[in-house]
């Protein structure tokens, strides 16, 4: 069974940084495409990063290129998102995500695997 687990939410003010987390198991993680999403209130899931399975390829999404900063680490089998110079608008619950392909998607539905998610608060 596949399971993937987010963790290191939390509510900050804004300029602040946060590090999350995801732990996987029930997949062959070195095998595999990671991503981060995430949900706003009212709004659609928009991509956050994403990487290849052997951490050479990173691409961020518009609204966090250079603040944040996705990377993973195979022999932990763990995903880690680290967000820096917060902002109000970056509030949203964010999802890991993973899939047995090729090549980073920017699209939810390109995801097979999904964890719970954990909340973000960022607050001005």
């Known amino acids: 069974q596949v399971q993937l687990v987010e963790s290191g939410g939390g509510s900050v003010q804004a300029g602040d940084s946060l590090g999350l987390s995801c732990a996987a198991s029930?997949?062959?993680?070195?095998?595999?495409?990671m991503a981060w999403f995430r949900r706003a209130p009212g709004k659609e899931r928009e991509f956050v990063g994403g990487?290849?399975?052997?951490?050479?390829?990173?691409y961020n999404g518009d609204s966090v290129q250079g603040r944040f900063t996705i990377s993973r680490d195979n022999a932990k089998n763990t995903l880690y998102l680290q967000m820096n110079s917060l902002k109000p608008e970056d509030t949203a619950i964010y999802y890991c995500?993973?899939?047995?392909?090729?090549?980073?998607?920017?699209?939810?539905?390109?995801?097979?695997?999904w964890g719970q998610g954990t909340q973000v608060t960022v607050s001005s």
């Open positions: 990487i290849t399975w052997d951490g050479v390829n990173a």
């Open positions: 995500a993973a899939e047995t392909d090729f090549y980073v998607g920017t699209q939810d539905h390109e995801y097979a695997y």
């Open positions: 029930g997949l062959n993680f070195g095998s595999t495409i």
